[in-house]
């Protein structure tokens, strides 16, 4: 199935919406109330509004920022001595009905049930029956009470070792298929720790089982907070992967959601670079290197303004500058939208080629004296999970 | 209308009850078994009709038998008019301990003994979509069917099934579904993993499927159980199933292979293998059927 490539917005979603506007580089937006207030949401032009996927953000109800507190659905609204996990319950049906009121009036592809979001594992039993009194049995009323036909989509952040444990996994799926009345899933997964790239091969086996086996039933499946591992997921045949621009987009910490972290002007991380080659973020360090060394070396596989720009030489790298992330919006899309158009043996096939062309690059710049850190050495975990995968799908013996 | 009394049927179930036949034009017992007499006779009122006479409490045992399965069952028919479930026209508890069920009479044979009925793989699959039909009545009602076995499915002239013994069926919304509801009354040898290994949150809809599944394939079997252990060894059926060891070489013929995409997703070992909706189930019924026709 092709896939569709939706923009994660966090901090600046103004550089998304640029980018898809002009250089096309998505179909649609996941919008998070955490970064864009009420007014914001509303101004957005209404082709891409309806496209646009709304995130209500109710994983962490104590946590309630600035440009979240400009909606009226958030429980400190709504719970007149704020939010209380013990009286939730009573207010969860004022809550969904707000929230389905907005969703509904701003017309957005989808209706979104909202999740919370545990770092443990509580039995499944009572998990599932937390959803489904806080969020999804009140969500489905609102929605039916209104009559639209929209899809409706739930959403879920699990952690790493939820998906892991093949029994969890299995009792969440038996959960999630049998869940009447919904159209999908807003999947965000958590691993932690993790590093800037995934290489727990666990765990991107066990994720790529768990979207396949959703997909499987015909749910559509939106993957959230995606990093390039995006790339490799698609296998499992999600229905929308997304890209983001600063790290906090690209990588689910729950940790952003507890302590309202997002704030401009703090120290920030050395700029990276985005080298499609490589399926990697390079330290700008490096790109310069790279650049005085062998100028044709990154423009060969890439070509565009943004990068036009951050090559030039005195360039001033700063982790919030909008080139870098412009670039990879363009690159990254291009690679994504490549994929998209095989399916199947043919996707999977067609990863494990620049998977494997990636590890040859690094030996590559290795001997040309590169030095590049972590150097790729997630990329076999990544083909091991793939090749686990496809194996168990029949299209590798 | 006098009628000589049968002693033997009251000898034979320990049940009283010939003051209640009496008031019923030659009553013929089709019928005896456990607490229960069933009688085809002729209503004023509906016509042709199943009597079922059964004892509830006794002398000998006050505390009584399951009353709540039955008044269960006669509540999920009392909503449903189908084809496919006797209609009940009536149901009185007594005060002296019996109970009287008038009910639509099906003039049929039970599936588990008219199975050669069902010959060609077309013929089956027309038996398990019918089925799939029948069951998502009792679906769109919120209600799983938890028994379905070819005891409970009686065939009909038409060949087209009636589904039968609601009484373990329950309500999803239900909150009380006990063990003993779980694992109990419900056919072992047709029962889904879930419900061999108790897991009651793991069980909806898509328990019938399976039970289904198994039905569909013992039909293609003519009429051997697909986790036969005398087929796919193991000790037991009920243990086959839970090892999920069922006999898939069925399918390696090239007549059967267009099912097996059906069967071995009605066969999935959890839930979520199986179909998520009606809809996808009745989708690849249809799409095996083509391939026969």
């Avoid at chain 1, 209404?46 to 109800?61: G, Q, T, Y």
């Avoid at chain 1, 909202?114 to 509580?122: A, F, H, I, K, L």
């Avoid at chain 2, 002296?96 to 099906?106: L, S």
């Avoid at chain 2, 993993?193 to 898509?206: C, F, T």
Wanted: proline residues 5%; hydrophobic residues 35%; charged residues 25%.
């Amino acid at each position: 199935m092709k896939f569709e490539i939706y923009h994660q917005l966090g901090h600046n979603g103004t550089w998304n919406i640029d980018s898809i506007k002009n250089e096309n580089t998505g179909e649609g937006i996941i919008i998070s109330p955490r970064s864009m207030n009420k007014k914001n949401t509303e101004k957005i032009e209404e082709s891409l509004r309806k496209k646009a996927i709304f995130d209500p953000l109710l994983l962490n109800p104590h946590q309630v920022n600035t440009k979240m507190a400009t909606y009226d659905f958030y429980p400190n609204d709504v719970m007149p001595y704020g939010f209380e996990t013990k009286q939730f319950s009573q207010y969860s049906s004022i809550i969904a009905n707000k929230c389905i009121k907005f969703q509904d009036q701003n017309d957005f592809r989808y209706f979104v049930i909202p999740t919370r979001y545990y770092n443990d594992m509580p039995p499944v039993s009572t998990l599932t029956r937390i959803l489904n009194e806080h969020f999804i049995d009140p969500f489905l009323t609102a929605i039916e009470n209104l009559g639209s036909h929209k899809g409706v989509i739930i959403q879920l952040i699990l952690n790493s070792n939820m998906i892991k444990n093949d029994e969890y996994a299995s009792d969440l799926l038996n959960w999630i298929t049998g869940i009447e009345g919904i159209d999908g899933v807003y999947l965000i997964t958590e691993l932690s720790p993790r590093d800037k790239q995934i290489g727990d091969v666990d765990f991107l086996y066990s994720l790529l089982n768990f979207v396949n086996a959703l997909s499987q039933n015909e749910l559509e499946v939106i993957l959230g907070y995606l990093n390039t591992e995006a790339l490799l997921l698609s296998i499992a045949n999600p229905s929308i992967i997304t890209i983001g621009s600063y790290e906090n987009t690209r990588n689910f910490n729950s940790n952003n959601f507890i302590y309202d972290n997002e704030k401009t002007g703090q120290k920030g991380p050395t700029p990276r670079l985005y080298i499609p080659r490589l399926l990697d973020w390079i330290e700008h360090p490096y790109i310069d290197l790279m650049n005085k060394t062998d100028p044709d070396y990154i423009r060969s596989a890439a070509h565009n303004e943004y990068l036009d720009q951050v090559l030039k030489p005195g360039y001033k790298w700063h982790f919030t500058k909008p080139e870098p992330y412009k670039h990879f919006f363009i690159e990254g899309y291009k690679q994504l939208r490549e994929i998209s158009i095989v399916e199947d043996n043919e996707r999977y096939c067609e990863i494990c080629n620049i998977i494997d062309s990636a590890t040859r690059e690094y030996s590559q710049l290795k001997e040309a004296g590169f030095e590049l850190g972590v150097a790729g050495s997630y990329l076999p975990k990544w083909s091991t999970a793939a090749h686990l995968f496809a194996k168990k799908q029949g299209w590798r013996k | 209308m006098p009628r000589a009394k049968t002693k033997k049927v009251l000898e034979l179930d320990e049940v009283e009850c010939s003051d209640i036949l009496d008031c019923y034009i030659n009553p013929e017992l089709i019928y005896t078994g456990g607490q229960r007499v069933v009688y085809k006779t002729n209503h004023p009122e509906y016509g042709v009709v199943a009597l079922k006479i059964g004892q509830y409490r006794s002398s000998e045992n006050p505390d009584g038998w399951d009353i709540e399965r039955i008044e269960r069952e006669i509540d999920i028919l009392r909503g449903i008019d189908s084809q496919y479930y006797p209609k009940n026209f009536s149901f009185e508890k007594r005060t002296d301990g019996r109970y009287i069920i008038i009910e639509e009479f099906i003039d049929s044979t039970p599936l588990s003994r008219c199975m050669a009925l069902f010959q060609t793989p077309l013929e089956i699959l027309e038996l398990i979509k019918n089925l799939a039909v029948g069951l998502n009545i009792v679906w769109e009602m919120d209600i799983v069917h938890r028994d379905l076995k070819p005891d409970n499915i009686l065939i009909k002239q038409n060949r087209k099934p009636t589904i039968i013994d609601l009484g373990i069926a329950r309500s999803l919304n239900s909150a009380s579904i006990t063990e003993t509801l779980l694992g109990g009354p419900c056919s072992r040898l047709y029962a889904a993993p879930e419900q061999l290994k108790y897991d009651k949150k793991s069980i909806d809809k898509r328990t019938d499927q399976y039970n289904l599944g198994i039905i569909l394939v013992q039909l293609l079997l003519k009429g051997t159980h697909p986790f036969d252990p005398k087929i796919v060894g193991g000790i037991s059926i009920p243990q086959n199933i839970v090892d999920n060891k069922w006999y898939a070489q069925v399918f390696d013929s090239v007549d059967l292979s267009p099912i097996r995409p059906l069967a071995s997703q009605l066969l999935g070992f959890q839930p979520y293998h199986r179909f998520r909706t009606y809809q996808m189930l009745i989708k690849k019924i249809d799409c095996c059927m083509e391939e026969y026709q």
